[in-house]
């Protein structure tokens, strides 16, 4: 190979990265995953207290159980705790990413994928509030699951190629969580906590660890 050919292909490798940082979001840490991971775990475990706290078996018989305002209180808060959590530790990471690389944290890339990330969250939100209302409670661990993997997926097309493995993963677990109902605080700690930390693990050390 020529000098000219290496030149050649040396160009179309830095047009190639180019067009890839202005159509995709690359600044998502692999740290963020981890941090979330960590708080999804951590949520699971105290959301088990605290339900055993209110019920003498956790194993519940069915999906249909009557909950006492104080047990939705908790889990409410629990769940609050671990978003925020995960939402400070996931923008502080990928904003100080984004600055190693000289990138913008906000811009149209990112805008996109956030709004393809959320209209299946939305619609995965608002199915497990009727869920909730209608008793159906050994379904919502599944369908967050779900929705959750779909949101992934249709957000990969703006970000890293990576995340779109993580969201099959979710859904595959989602889906078989709803063969083990009662079992779903296990399969969501696996979905939002193991998962996690194994994907941000992988791309740290895929994307992050030798910059």
């Known amino acids: ?22 159509s995709r979001f690359i600044s998502l840490s692999g740290l963020a995953g981890v941090f979330a991971g960590i708080f999804a775990l951590a949520g699971s475990i105290s959301a088990y207290y605290i339900i055993k706290n209110f019920y003498i078996d956790i194993w519940f018989e069915n999906d249909i159980i009557q909950l006492s305002k104080d047990l ?7 769940a609050i705790a671990v978003l925020l959590l995960s939402l400070f530790f996931g923008y502080y990471f990928t904003t100080k990413k984004a600055k190693k690389l000289g990138h913008k944290t906000w811009n149209k890339t990112s805008q996109l994928m956030l709004i393809n990330l959320a209209i299946p969250l939305f619609a995965g939100g608002i199915f497990c509030v009727s869920l909730f209302l209608h008793g159906q409670l050994g379904l919502i661990a599944p369908t967050s699951l779900i929705f959750y993997g779909l949101a992934l997926v249709n957000g990969s097309k703006f970000t890293l190629n990576d995340i779109k493995y993580l969201g099959y993963c979710e859904m595959i677990v989602g889906l078989i969580a709803t063969f083990f109902i009662g079992w779903g605080l296990w399969f969501w700690a696996f979905g939002f906590g193991i998962l996690h930390i194994v994907y941000g693990i992988s791309m740290y050390y895929k994307y992050e660890h030798k910059q």
Do not use: A, C, P
């Open 1 to 22: 190979m020529d000098e000219k050919e290496k030149d050649y292909l040396q160009d179309l490798t830095e047009i190639r990265s180019m067009m890839e940082k202005s």
């Open 72 to 78: 939705v209180l908790h889990l409410f808060l629990v």
